[in-house]
Antibody, heavy 122, light 109 residues
């Protein structure tokens, strides 16, 4: 069974960099699929942030691209998100998820982590 | 970027009733690459439907999806108590980013 678990600070100061890691178990990242990050501000909808392949091929949401870096560590079977120059608008639950790239479900997110709330506040 | 608009914003129904949720795209979604997710409070979204009409693994057959082009529908044939949640559509027919709709809240009447 594929499982994903987000980890990282729950509180980040304005103008600093938010850093999160997603540990994957039950499946080797090197075996395929893309892996991604989605966020959800409190009481709001879902926002697609970025995805990465184990080959390090990436896609970013243009609205966040200048501040976002996604990376992968196949030796630890995990991938990470960095979001720089954060403001209160970046306060959200951040989810990591598996992203099929082939087949009929390609482009969806089929396995999700439980999510982690990151609050931007001084 | 394709913008998805879901309607209604909130749908109030009773268990046993039929629910019809709409997702309209600002431009045609190629190959019907449209997915639906269910999200319950405090939980991550769960993939229900992909390819506009294919149910994901383990999804009951009371959930069905239909549509093509710019208009898509999620139907729940007979509502169970556990179906009351927020539903999101997502398009993945063009290059990333793959946008989500703003959600429809299905609440108990």
């Amino acid at each position: 069974q594929v499982q994903l678990q987000e980890s990282g600070p729950g509180l980040v100061k304005p103008s600093e960099t938010l850093s999160l890691t997603c540990a994957v178990s039950g499946y080797s990242i090197s075996s395929g699929f893309y892996w991604g990050w989605i966020r959800q501000p409190p009481g709001e909808g879902l926002e697609w942030i970025a995805i990465i392949h184990h080959s390090a091929n990436t896609y970013y949401n243009p609205s966040l691209k200048s501040r976002v870096t996604i990376s992968v560590d196949t030796s630890k079977n995990q991938f990470s998100l960095k979001l720089s120059s954060v403001t209160a608008a970046d306060t959200a639950v951040y989810y990591c998820a598996r992203h099929p790239w082939t087949g009929a479900a390609a482009g969806t997110f089929d396995y999700w982590g439980q999510g982690t709330l990151v609050t931007v506040s001084s | 970027e394709i913008v998805l608009t879901q309607s209604p914003g909130t749908l109030s129904l009773s268990p046993g009733e039929r629910a019809t949720l709409s997702c309209r795209a600002s431009q045609s979604v190629s190959s019907s690459y449209l997915a639906w997710y269910q999200q319950k409070p405090g939980q991550a979204p769960r993939l229900l439907i992909y390819g506009a009409s294919s149910r994901a693994t383990g999804i009951p057959d009371r959930f069905s999806g239909s549509g093509s082009g710019t208009d898509f529908t999620l139907t729940i044939s007979r509502l169970e108590p556990e179906d009351f949640a927020v539903y999101y559509c997502q398009q993945y027919g063009s290059s990333p980013p793959y946008s989500f709709g703003q959600g429809t809240k299905l609440e108990i009447k």
